[in-house]
C-alpha cells in the first residue's frame, strides 16, 4: 500500500495527465496498479463529471471506490446519472462492501447484473474518460484522459452490455422502483 505521500504526489501526476489533455486537445493516455491508484484515478475522474458515469465492475468495494466521490457527483450534478453493471456478483444483491449500497436507492443511480462474467471491468465519465481494467488480481488499467474515440468504444460495449439480455436488475434496484 502506498503512503498518502505518494498517494498525494500519484494524484497530482493524474490531475496533470487530466489538465494537459484538456488544454492540448490530444488525448492522455497512461497505465495504474493497485487498488490505491484506482481509487485516486477514479476520484479524479468524478471530479471532473458532469453528466453520466458508467461503471462496469466486480463489486464495487471501498478500496478501488471512494463513495464520497460518487456522492460528490450526485450533489453537485443533481441530474447526473449513474449506472453500474456488476459481473461477479453471488446472488442478486450487493454486499455488505460495496460503497454503492448507500448510493442504491438515490433515483439517478441505476444497478444490473450480467448473468456471466465479461472479464475487462470500466468506468467511462461523461463519455471522455475511460479507466479500463484488464487485470482484477491486481488492479492494472489503462487510463485514457480527452479520447473521443477510446471513450466512444468503451461507451459502445457498456451499452450493448447494460442493454443485453444476460442483464438483470438488481433486488435493491428493484426495491427502489416500488
Not at 485516486?40 to 468524478?46: G, Q, R, S, T
Not at 460503497?99 to 438515490?106: D, E, F, P, Q, S
Request: hydrophobic share 40%; glycine share 6%.
Amino acid at each position: 500500500m502506498p503512503s498518502d505521500n505518494e498517494l498525494e504526489a500519484y494524484k497530482l501526476k493524474v490531475i496533470a495527465a487530466m489538465q494537459r489533455a484538456k488544454t492540448s486537445g490530444s488525448p492522455s493516455v497512461f497505465e495504474n496498479k493497485g487498488p490505491a491508484h484506482a481509487r485516486v484515478v477514479l476520484e479524479v475522474m468524478l471530479a471532473d463529471g458532469e453528466r453520466s458515469v458508467d461503471v462496469l465492475t466486480g463489486v464495487m468495494d471501498s478500496a478501488g471506490w471512494e463513495e464520497k466521490a460518487l456522492l460528490d457527483f450526485l450533489s453537485r450534478h443533481p441530474e447526473g446519472r449513474i449506472r453500474v453493471l456488476f459481473d461477479q456478483l453471488n446472488g442478486s444483491e450487493l454486499p455488505e462492501n460495496s460503497v454503492l449500497k448507500k448510493l442504491i436507492r438515490h433515483t439517478h443511480v441505476e444497478t444490473g447484473q450480467l448473468m456471466t462474467p465479461f472479464g475487462t471491468h470500466l468506468c467511462i465519465v461523461d463519455n471522455k474518460h475511460v479507466r479500463l481494467e484488464y487485470n482484477h488480481d491486481i488492479g492494472e488499467a489503462n487510463i485514457t484522459f480527452g479520447d473521443p474515440e477510446a471513450a466512444e468504444r468503451a461507451t459502445a460495449i457498456f451499452e450493448t452490455l447494460w442493454n443485453s439480455e444476460q442483464r438483470i436488475d438488481l433486488v435493491e434496484s428493484k426495491q427502489n422502483q416500488k
